[in-house]
Protein backbone atom coordinates (compact mmCIF):
# COMPACT_ATOMS: atom_id res chain seq x y z
CA UNK A 1 0.00 0.00 0.00
CA UNK A 2 2.95 2.27 0.59
CA UNK A 3 4.62 1.75 -2.53
CA UNK A 4 1.14 2.42 -4.46
CA UNK A 5 0.17 5.64 -2.89
CA UNK A 6 4.24 6.81 -3.22
CA UNK A 7 4.11 5.78 -6.84
CA UNK A 8 1.23 7.44 -7.19
CA UNK A 9 2.84 10.96 -5.51
CA UNK A 10 5.47 10.57 -7.62
CA UNK A 11 4.17 10.43 -10.70
CA UNK A 12 1.43 12.98 -9.94
CA UNK A 13 4.93 15.35 -9.21
CA UNK A 14 6.77 14.13 -12.47
CA UNK A 15 3.80 14.66 -14.50
CA UNK A 16 3.24 18.49 -13.24
CA UNK A 17 7.11 19.12 -13.82
CA UNK A 18 7.59 18.25 -17.04
CA UNK A 19 4.43 18.18 -18.62
CA UNK A 20 4.27 20.54 -21.33
CA UNK A 21 0.21 22.31 -20.57
CA UNK A 22 -1.10 25.12 -23.17
CA UNK A 23 -3.17 26.87 -20.87
CA UNK A 24 -3.63 26.74 -17.48
CA UNK A 25 -6.32 27.79 -14.12
CA UNK A 26 -4.63 27.66 -10.46
CA UNK A 27 -6.31 26.84 -7.39
CA UNK A 28 -5.42 25.82 -4.17
CA UNK A 29 -6.77 22.18 -4.04
CA UNK A 30 -9.85 21.81 -1.87
CA UNK A 31 -9.07 17.85 -1.48
CA UNK A 32 -7.40 15.92 1.03
CA UNK A 33 -4.27 13.18 -0.04
CA UNK A 34 -4.26 10.74 2.42
CA UNK A 35 -0.87 8.77 2.61
CA UNK A 36 -0.38 6.08 4.72
CA UNK A 37 -3.84 6.64 6.52
CA UNK A 38 -3.08 9.73 7.27
CA UNK A 39 -4.27 13.28 6.19
CA UNK A 40 -0.97 15.15 4.08
CA UNK A 41 -0.43 18.68 5.85
CA UNK A 42 2.02 21.04 4.81
CA UNK A 43 2.28 24.81 5.00
CA UNK A 44 2.74 24.93 1.46
CA UNK A 45 -0.83 24.31 -0.19
CA UNK A 46 -1.62 22.10 -2.65
CA UNK A 47 -2.26 23.64 -6.06
CA UNK A 48 -4.84 22.37 -8.77
CA UNK A 49 -3.37 23.62 -11.93
CA UNK A 50 -5.26 22.73 -14.98
CA UNK A 51 -6.58 19.58 -13.47
CA UNK A 52 -2.96 18.84 -12.27
CA UNK A 53 -2.04 18.64 -8.81
CA UNK A 54 1.54 20.04 -7.62
CA UNK A 55 2.75 18.91 -4.11
CA UNK A 56 5.98 19.96 -2.65
CA UNK A 57 8.92 17.64 -2.72
CA UNK A 58 10.40 18.52 0.48
CA UNK A 59 6.80 17.99 2.44
CA UNK A 60 5.97 14.56 0.80
CA UNK A 61 9.95 13.27 1.65
CA UNK A 62 9.22 14.48 5.14
CA UNK A 63 6.29 12.36 5.17
CA UNK A 64 7.52 9.61 3.51
CA UNK A 65 10.85 9.72 5.45
CA UNK A 66 12.85 9.76 2.30
CA UNK A 67 15.30 12.74 2.10
CA UNK A 68 14.88 15.51 -0.48
CA UNK A 69 17.89 17.77 -1.32
CA UNK A 70 18.65 21.01 -3.33
CA UNK A 71 22.25 20.35 -4.82
CA UNK A 72 23.05 24.37 -5.47
CA UNK A 73 25.98 23.38 -7.16
CA UNK A 74 24.43 21.36 -9.84
CA UNK A 75 21.54 23.03 -9.21
CA UNK A 76 19.09 20.03 -9.17
CA UNK A 77 16.15 18.60 -7.26
CA UNK A 78 17.75 14.83 -5.69
CA UNK A 79 15.64 12.51 -3.94
CA UNK A 80 16.67 9.70 -1.65
CA UNK A 81 20.78 9.78 -1.59
CA UNK A 82 22.33 13.39 -2.66
CA UNK A 83 24.73 12.35 -5.83
CA UNK A 84 27.52 13.97 -3.59
CA UNK A 85 27.36 11.29 -1.41
CA UNK A 86 30.20 8.94 -0.82
CA UNK A 87 28.75 6.47 1.68
CA UNK A 88 28.12 3.13 1.47
CA UNK A 89 26.76 1.86 4.21
CA UNK A 90 23.47 0.64 4.14
CA UNK A 91 20.50 3.00 5.79
CA UNK A 92 18.08 2.04 8.09
CA UNK A 93 14.95 5.00 6.50
CA UNK A 94 13.47 3.72 3.94
CA UNK A 95 14.79 5.26 0.72
CA UNK A 96 14.93 5.14 -3.35
CA UNK A 97 17.27 5.34 -5.61
CA UNK A 98 18.30 9.39 -6.47
CA UNK A 99 16.79 10.81 -9.26
CA UNK A 100 17.25 13.81 -10.74
CA UNK A 101 16.09 16.34 -13.42
CA UNK A 102 17.63 19.49 -14.09
CA UNK A 103 15.79 23.03 -14.42
CA UNK A 104 14.68 24.46 -17.45
CA UNK A 105 16.51 28.12 -18.37
CA UNK A 106 12.87 29.68 -17.62
CA UNK A 107 12.46 27.84 -14.24
CA UNK A 108 15.63 28.89 -12.95
CA UNK A 109 14.94 32.64 -14.18
CA UNK A 110 11.60 32.22 -12.02
CA UNK A 111 13.54 30.95 -8.65
CA UNK A 112 16.25 34.27 -9.11
CA UNK A 113 12.70 36.24 -9.95
CA UNK A 114 11.43 35.19 -6.85
CA UNK A 115 13.92 35.35 -4.32
CA UNK A 116 14.45 39.25 -6.17
CA UNK A 117 11.39 39.81 -4.79
CA UNK A 118 11.31 38.54 -1.67
CA UNK A 119 14.66 40.88 -1.06
CA UNK A 120 12.47 44.02 -1.27
CA UNK A 121 8.69 42.92 -0.07
CA UNK A 122 6.70 39.95 1.36
CA UNK A 123 4.64 37.65 -0.45
CA UNK A 124 2.47 34.93 0.40
CA UNK A 125 3.10 31.26 -1.38
CA UNK A 126 0.26 32.04 -3.72
CA UNK A 127 0.34 35.69 -4.56
CA UNK A 128 4.52 34.62 -5.23
CA UNK A 129 3.03 32.55 -8.01
CA UNK A 130 0.44 35.00 -9.20
CA UNK A 131 3.44 37.79 -9.60
CA UNK A 132 5.76 35.56 -11.29
CA UNK A 133 2.81 34.27 -13.74
CA UNK A 134 1.88 38.41 -14.29
CA UNK A 135 5.71 38.71 -15.13
CA UNK A 136 5.24 36.21 -18.07
CA UNK A 137 6.32 32.84 -16.34
CA UNK A 138 3.85 29.75 -17.05
CA UNK A 139 2.36 28.26 -14.10
CA UNK A 140 4.58 25.66 -13.74
CA UNK A 141 8.21 27.89 -14.15
CA UNK A 142 6.52 29.98 -11.63
CA UNK A 143 5.29 27.06 -9.08
CA UNK A 144 8.89 25.45 -9.63
CA UNK A 145 10.71 29.09 -8.97
CA UNK A 146 8.16 29.85 -5.52
CA UNK A 147 8.48 26.37 -4.78
CA UNK A 148 12.78 26.72 -4.92
CA UNK A 149 13.49 29.89 -3.49
CA UNK A 150 13.75 29.43 0.17
CA UNK A 151 11.18 31.66 1.56
CA UNK A 152 9.65 30.94 5.33
CA UNK A 153 5.93 31.21 4.66
CA UNK A 154 5.30 31.97 8.39
CA UNK A 155 8.32 34.31 8.35
CA UNK A 156 6.49 36.04 5.18
CA UNK A 157 3.18 36.52 7.10
CA UNK A 158 5.19 38.81 9.97
CA UNK A 159 6.68 41.46 7.63
CA UNK A 160 3.63 41.41 5.73
CA UNK A 161 1.68 42.08 8.68
CA UNK A 162 4.61 44.50 10.24
CA UNK A 163 3.66 46.21 6.30
CA UNK A 164 0.12 47.14 7.02
CA UNK A 165 0.19 47.69 10.30
CA UNK A 166 3.26 50.62 9.19
CA UNK A 167 0.51 52.58 7.63
CA UNK A 168 -2.87 51.58 9.18
CA UNK A 169 -4.54 50.14 12.34
CA UNK A 170 -6.72 46.37 12.40
CA UNK A 171 -7.89 44.60 14.55
CA UNK A 172 -6.37 41.31 15.29
CA UNK A 173 -9.60 39.44 12.88
CA UNK A 174 -9.33 42.20 10.42
CA UNK A 175 -5.42 41.46 9.88
CA UNK A 176 -5.58 37.76 9.91
CA UNK A 177 -8.68 38.19 7.17
CA UNK A 178 -6.40 40.88 5.53
CA UNK A 179 -3.37 38.06 5.00
CA UNK A 180 -5.73 35.25 4.33
CA UNK A 181 -6.60 37.57 1.12
CA UNK A 182 -2.92 38.14 0.35
CA UNK A 183 -3.19 34.36 -0.18
CA UNK A 184 -1.84 33.42 3.65
CA UNK A 185 -2.90 30.00 5.28
CA UNK A 186 -4.94 30.84 7.93
CA UNK A 187 -2.03 29.35 10.24
CA UNK A 188 0.35 31.10 8.79
CA UNK A 189 -1.74 34.65 9.07
CA UNK A 190 -2.25 33.34 12.88
CA UNK A 191 1.43 33.52 13.20
CA UNK A 192 2.01 36.72 11.80
CA UNK A 193 -0.24 38.30 13.28
CA UNK A 194 0.35 37.12 16.51
CA UNK A 195 3.93 37.73 16.06
CA UNK A 196 3.44 41.43 16.06
CA UNK A 197 2.08 41.59 19.00
CA UNK A 198 -1.60 40.53 18.97
CA UNK A 199 -2.51 37.60 21.62
Not at 127 to 154: H, R, Y
Request: charged share 20%; with cysteine; net charge negative.
Amino acid sequence: MKKIIFGFIIGVITCSVIGVVASYVCDVADFKVIVNGSEFVSEQPILDVDGRTYLPLKAIGDVLDIPVYWNEEKYQVEIGTPSNNKKTESISTPTIQSNTFSPTVAEQNAVKKAQSYLKFTSFSYSGLIDQLKFEGFTTSEATFGVNNCGADWNEQAVKKAESYLSYSSFSKKGLIEQLEFEGFTHAQAVYGVEQNGFN
